[in-house]
């Protein structure tokens, strides 16, 4: 069978390889592709050192949002990891990002240069220079912020690990989860507790756990249960009444080990979609957590790098993915296909009862 999962990492090195290779870069081979998907690391055995080592830590970021199941993830590239390690900028201006306004470009750090030593090689009585050129030192893999917030979040999901097993094994009330939680946001995750949450927040006459605030502007609401309760339809319904009452679109919902991270999109009715879930004690990597935990992060969030996580999943839930699949074009296509393996004539209208009716879970068709 064929490892889905395996196809998706394929899929997006090979589109980004392709587009590097047209703006005249030199990118790993296919088989190299094939390699670093199968093993899911560029540490891959057969892979050429020198072809991947520029690329490395492009080929890291795009297997990490692979991971997260992103599409034309290439699209989505930072400008700095856009060419090799070491290449230099294209003569042309280039806008601030907002951490580097106000700057005097004279202080900018100059594009690191080439060393070159000069080597005389003797042959049938000439004399040959050649010109011994030695990489730049490497460019910064990411910016800094988001390397310091990937690094913090990381200790921290390690460093609460041993807490959040002591709050399980005595069944801790939710008052003490929300205290674990609460050093979290702000160790963890980089958020002041007196700048950016407010606990209790009052909405109409009840009361959300959080409210997150940066720079000022309300953005997501945070609802806290005990450390052993599982996290429910109900607990996600009241948290979107709060959001959908002050005009929030991020809703999480936790008990300290399980995090979820969701989107509402304002309407009749609202549109609900899961971005993420992440089992802080469950089997994933340290790195794993890490990365899912990374966009909860104040300045992530700041800079909503979550976005594309909810549009992908939006983009693949089990409503939208059954809409293409009893759509007109589709079902034609597996009429036809039927026609052609069977010989079967039928109709599209017959196709999509039978999908309803037969196929799709009875949970769905409730939706209907």
Not at 53 to 72: M, N, R, Y
Not at 179 to 185: E, R
Not at 321 to 342: A, F, G, P, Y
Request: proline share 6%; glycine share 4%.
């Amino acid at each position: 069978m064929t490892d889905i999962k395996y196809q998706a990492r394929l899929q997006v090195l090979s589109q980004w390889a392709t587009e590097a290779a047209g703006q005249g870069h030199l990118v790993p081979r296919a088989a190299d592709l094939e390699a670093i998907s199968a093993a899911r690391t560029v540490e891959a055995p057969g892979v050429s050192r020198e072809a991947v080592e520029p690329w490395l830590p492009t080929i890291q970021w795009l297997l990490k949002q692979a991971a997260f199941g992103v599409v034309d993830a290439h699209v989505q590239l930072p400008d700095e990891l856009s060419r090799p390690v070491g290449a230099a900028h294209a003569p042309q201006a280039v806008p601030a990002d907002d951490d580097s306004i106000g700057e005097d470009p004279a202080d900018a750090p100059a594009p690191p240069a080439l060393e070159v030593s000069l080597v005389a090689v003797e042959a049938a009585e000439a004399v040959t220079v050649v010109a011994e050129i030695k990489p730049a030192p490497p460019a910064a893999k990411l910016p800094k912020w988001e390397s310091d917030a990937h690094e913090q979040v990381k200790a921290a999901v390690q460093r609460f690990t041993k807490p959040l097993h002591d709050l399980l094994t005595r069944d801790a009330n939710e008052g003490d989860t929300r205290l674990l939680i609460t050093d979290m946001l702000c160790e963890g995750l980089g958020y002041d507790k007196f700048r950016d949450l407010t606990t209790e927040y009052m909405v109409k006459q009840d009361f959300a756990d959080y409210g997150v605030r940066i720079d000022k502007q309300l953005i997501a609401f945070i609802e806290v249960k005990r450390v052993s309760q599982k996290l429910s339809e109900r607990h996600l319904r009241q948290v979107q009444m709060y959001a959908v009452n002050e005009g929030v679109e991020w809703m999480i919902l936790t008990n300290g080990q399980v995090w979820q991270a969701y989107h509402l999109t304002g309407g009749l009715p609202v549109i609900v979609n899961l971005a993420f879930e992440v089992d802080l004690l469950g089997p994933e990597s340290l790195e794993e957590k890490a990365d899912k935990m990374f966009f909860l992060h104040r300045e992530a969030l700041k800079r909503r790098r979550i976005d594309e996580l909810w549009k992908h999943r939006a983009a693949t839930s089990p409503d939208a993915l059954l809409d293409v699949i009893l759509s007109d074009s589709v079902l034609d296509i597996i009429r036809k296909e039927i026609k052609r393996n069977t010989g079967i004539t039928t109709t599209v209208q017959t196709l999509a009862a039978v999908i309803r009716t037969e196929i799709v879970d009875p949970k769905l068709r409730n939706t209907w």
